[in-house]
Structures are given as C-alpha cells and as structure tokens.
Nanobody
Framework: QLQLVESGGGLVQPGGSLRLSCAAS????????IGWFRQAPGKEREGVSC????????DYADSVKDRFTISRDNAKNTVYLQMNNLKPEDTAVYYC????????????????WGQGTQVTGSS
C-alpha cells in the first residue's frame, strides 16, 4: 500500500554535501518509522540512519554519525537525509524503507522499500 520514492542522489567531490529525500507517492508516512540504508558494489545492504514516526528519536551508523542528519516533515509526507562531508566510502545506492511505529536498523523488519538513489563521492 505504501509506496516510497527516493531522490537527491548524484556525483559529489569528497567533502561535498547532498540532501536525499524519501517521499510517499502513495499512502502517508505519519505512522511509520523510516530507515535509510545503503548498498555499495559487492557489499551487503547496511543501515545508515533511522527516525521514529514522530521524529523524536533518531539513530545513526558509527560511520556517518556527526556527518549525516535525518529529519522528517510529516506535513510534506517526506523524510530527509542531509549528508555533509561526503567521503569516497559513502558511495552506494541509498534506499529508504518504512516500518510500522518502531524505528530499527534491522533491514529485515522493513516491509516497504523505495527503488534507491545513487550517491557517488569521488574526485
């Protein structure tokens, strides 16, 4: 029922910034916690950040803490991931996903996924 669409990816030099958006093209995000995940070539998909349905709680992977910020605007039916000081190791396809009520970094608990957006941080 819930359909998610990611946008905002691109090619950025190391140290640059991007803001990813996760919008619901069908359904509403109000009662869902949202997670951001990424998958680099040849690697498993890993959790990056997650946010509770109200936006009151958030969590980050150690590799992105202090550089990335997750936020949400339920009135706009959108969740954001602000990425600053990008590094080559941040290069991956970034996905957002929804889980009912409780935020988690466990990808197996998410049922609804977007199609992903490519982020490349290189010279």
């Amino acid at each position: 029922q819930l359909q998610l669409v990611e946008s905002g990816g691109g090619l950025v030099q190391p140290g640059g910034s991007l803001r990813l958006s996760c919008a619901a093209s069908a359904g509403t995000l109000d009662y869902y916690a949202i997670g951001w995940f990424r998958q680099a070539p040849g690697k498993e998909r890993e959790g990056v950040s997650c946010i509770s349905h109200s936006g009151g709680k958030a969590d980050y992977a150690d590799s992105v803490k202090d550089r990335f910020t997750i936020s949400r605007d339920n009135a706009k039916n959108t969740v954001y991931l602000q990425m600053n000081n990008l590094k080559p190791e941040d290069t991956a396809v970034y996905y957002c996903a929804a889980v009912w009520v409780m935020a988690t970094m466990k990808k197996s608990l998410y049922a609804d996924w977007g199609q992903g957006t490519q982020v490349t941080g290189s010279s």
